[in-house]
């Protein structure tokens, strides 16, 4: 019987299998998926998650960036990072990376799907491996969390969703850009000298191109490049879920909840609330996950949450680029927070 059995190799899943290994577990991964698997984000990595990274020992080549800029219509805001730079990284680049990281460290990644959990007091089964706990790592809409009754409904208004489609052509920022409509927002990151990812967020229907017109400025900067990758989504969003722990089941990454994209944190928040489930299953201490998990999310949560909110108020949607063009410094102490 292994210590710990993480089901999922997305970045969650292997930065939890990592850090275990680390720690002294014996661990091992359960994973459909040939790698490198791609996902619909924004591929922008915080300064704070690099460091992490880098201290876990996995290597990563992308584009630097400095900041954030907020843009509408009529005003532009910057906010530059003060801890150091955040790197824009293709996602099959990152799960590579972390693949060969786990691979450096022997640990299985066993070609399956979870599918029946059974657990006792002492073990959980899954996939046909019994270890003593089990991280869930399956991702925004996981199985698991489903299985186990930890899913909560959504309202009917939570449906925004994600596409993210790739350019060939010269970045023409060192910030990460984020334009702003009634339509929703449009992330444009760079993750090579020559090439952009672009992530629209939206509550309406509509494919890539169709949303793409609510960003006139956008499009005039993209001109004529080429299309490199297809249209990939992801979505809705929100992920209400009633607790992250059920017997010897850990819920991380997406499938612990998800709140949105808004501030582009799903990684960086990742990283840091798996260390604290390595944490509890070196203690032992299955039960002490959950307030962990808060504790090490609440600010990241309540931020995007309060930007999410008035994002959906009619009233408010408008006024929040302005209002950050008015107030820089207050701008600029939110994003280094989140940063």
């Known amino acids: 019987m292994i210590d710990l059995l993480v089901a999922g190799a997305g970045p969650a899943g292997a930065a939890t299998a990592i850090r275990a290994a680390l720690a002294g577990l014996s661990v091992a991964v359960v994973e459909p998926r040939s790698t490198p698997i791609d996902k619909a984000c924004g591929e922008g ?15 990563l080549e992308g584009r630097p960036f400095y900041g954030i800029r907020y843009l509408d219509a009529r005003h532009v805001v910057d906010a530059r990072f003060r801890a150091g730079p955040g790197l824009g990284v293709r996602r099959t ?5 972390l693949s060969d990281r786990l691979a ?21 089964t899954a996939a046909g491996i019994t270890a003593r706990y089990l991280a869930a790592a399956d991702g925004l809409h996981s199985p698991i969390r489903r299985q186990l009754g930890l899913s909560q409904p959504r309202e009917p208004a939570e449906v925004r969703r994600g596409l ?14 984020v334009y702003w409509s009634a339509l929703g927002e449009a992330y444009v990151t760079p993750v090579a000298d020559d090439l952009v990812g672009v992530a629209i967020l939206t509550s309406e229907r509509g494919s ?7 960003f006139p400025a956008l499009k005039r900067r ?15 969003l929100r992920q209400r879920v009633r607790g992250r722990v059920s017997g010897r089941v850990l819920l991380v990454g997406d499938a612990a909840g998800y ?36 504790r090490v999310s609440w600010e990241c ?11 959906n108020r009619s009233l408010l949607a408008p006024r929040i680029v302005p209002a950050a063009a008015r107030l820089p410094g207050v701008f600029g102490v939110i994003v280094n927070r989140l940063a």
């Open 164 to 177: 993210r489609r790739h350019y060939s052509i010269a970045a023409w920022s060192e910030l990460v850009e």
């Open 301 to 311: 949560r309540l931020l995007t949450g309060s930007l999410l909110w008035a994002r």
């Open 222 to 236: 993209l001109g004529a490049a080429t299309e490199a990758t297809s249209v990939l989504g992801a979505g809705p």
């Open 208 to 214: 890539f191109d169709e949303h793409l017109e609510a």
């Open 93 to 97: 680049v990152l799960q590579q990376a």
């Open 104 to 124: 450096a460290l022997e640990i299985p990644v066993v070609s399956s799907r979870v599918e029946t959990i059974t657990q006792n007091t002492s073990s959980v």
């Open 45 to 59: 990595i915080a300064c704070s998650a690099v460091s992490y990274l880098d201290r876990l020992g996995v290597s």
């Open 259 to 294: 709140v949105d994209a808004l501030t582009g944190e799903g990684i960086a928040v990742a990283l840091r609330t798996s260390a604290e489930l390595v944490r509890c299953v070196s203690q032992d201490r299955p039960e002490a996950y959950e307030a962990a998990w808060r």
